[in-house]
């Protein structure tokens, strides 16, 4: 396919139906901010959930591939806001520092947005030694997991990738890691800055 379900197309098909965000995301099993980040364009509903959100807007799947392309805003090279990118299709996890049009199986991919962990996406960190032992209680069954930990450092970054049936854990160094982001494959990623750069802002 040429490109994925775009949040316009989403958001259309939900007016249409006299459907407000909170109703969507009840019906497709989300949260009302999954369902704002697809028709914001920050985000993609993950391949899962392609035929829930079909139904619950009354449409077959291939209606809802049609809206138009998203492309991304230019970004400055501090590594505390690089940006991740997340395939929905094979689950690839691709990372940018800059300026940047990211594409996989070809479908265009938008940043995701990161947000402060919730109750039900909790972030535990341990110090062992030298490292951070990093831990998300959360399901890991093929269809809800965290598929990936990534620890942010000043000058690069560390990603482990995670699969169902596994473990939602993973190891990184202490020694310059500023932030922790993991992502959630229903809904979206998730981020713990471990401390202020005072050079983020610049």
Partial sequence: MDQYITGAM???LREEKHMTQHQLAAAVGVSDKAVSKWETGRGY????LIEPIAEALQVSVMELFSGSDVVNRNRTANMLRMKLYVCPVCGNVIQSTGEAVVSCCGIILPPLAAEEPDDDHPLSIERVEDEYY??????M???HHISFIAAVQNDGYDIRKLYPEGNGEAR??????RAIYYYCNHHGLFVRELYRSRHQNE
């Fill in 134 to 139: 990093l831990t998300v209680p959360h399901e």
């Fill in 141 to 143: 069954s093929r269809n």
């Fill in 10 to 12: 989403i958001k259309r």
């Fill in 172 to 177: 990184c160094k202490i020694r310059g890691t």
């Fill in 45 to 48: 509903p993950d391949i899962t």
